[in-house]
């Protein structure tokens, strides 16, 4: 016999969505630091030559490493909407 | 502050300022073989005049070079941060071909032929001083 109804159930029901957002934000979490990886490997591979005369970047890989993530980006983004109207049309 | 760093009007102005100051050293140290409206009587003068004559000299020399050095310094290094901005590539390329540019540039009031031997030129030495500073 509860005198808070509402606050039980409420309370009940607020841990299992609590638990599938936390479930939610994980993945999420783990899909972008996975393509964060993805990004830091592939921009590197193509714009870094294996030339280590100097630390720092200079110009020329910079301008390679902003290109490269935003292509990166815009694939992504891409391949999304194409696999989202294929998801759509089948 | 690193973005400000690497912008090419930076290393442009950088360069000119450097190479203002660097064609200032060399015009002094030039003046000092002679004065360049050779004038021999300059020298039967008393002291102080010829103090003012060397004096007049050195400066005019040393700003002349100072400004052709400040000029040249700017024009290769903003043409060649622009070059490689533009094919997001490091390699010798970019100073050949901002070489090419400087010299023609420099040479462009000389007529054509000097246009070419100027490019020629200034785009071997540039890419000889780069192809030796990147030695590993």
């Known amino acids: 016999m509860s005198f ?52 720092e970047l200079n110009k020329g890989e910079s301008v ?14 891409k391949v999304g909407e194409a696999l989202q109207k294929k998801g759509q049309q089948a | 502050m690193q973005m ?14 450097l190479g203002f100051g660097l ?22 003068q008393p002291m102080k005049q010829q103090l003012k004559a060397t004096a007049k000299d050195m400066f005019q020399r040393s700003s002349s070079m100072a400004k052709n050095f400040g000029i040249v310094g700017a024009l290769f290094s903003g043409t060649e941060c622009i070059i490689e901005g533009y094919r997001a590539k490091n390699d010798l390329y970019n100073g050949a071909a901002a070489g090419c540019i400087t010299g023609a540039i420099l040479a462009a ?28």
């Open chain 1, 4 to 55: 808070y109804p509402f606050g039980g159930g409420s309370s009940q029901q607020q841990a299992a969505v609590n638990a599938q957002n936390v479930a939610m934000a994980e993945h999420e979490l783990e899909m972008i630091t996975d393509t964060f990886y993805r990004i830091v490997d592939s921009c590197y591979k193509k714009c870094i030559p294996p030339k280590y005369i100097d630390a």
């Open chain 2, 109 to 136: 009031k000389s007529g054509p032929q000097n246009v070419l031997i100027g490019c020629a030129g200034f785009a071997a030495f540039s890419t000889a001083i780069d192809y030796y500073m990147r030695r590993e």
């Open chain 2, 23 to 44: 064609g200032g050293l060399f015009g002094m140290f030039f003046s000092s073989f002679e004065m360049t409206p050779y004038n021999p009587a300059v020298y039967e």
């Open chain 2, 4 to 17: 400000v760093q690497d912008s090419c009007i930076f290393k442009s102005a950088l360069s000119g300022v």
């Open chain 1, 64 to 77: 390679c490493i902003d290109r490269c993530v935003a292509k990166y980006f815009e694939v992504n983004t």
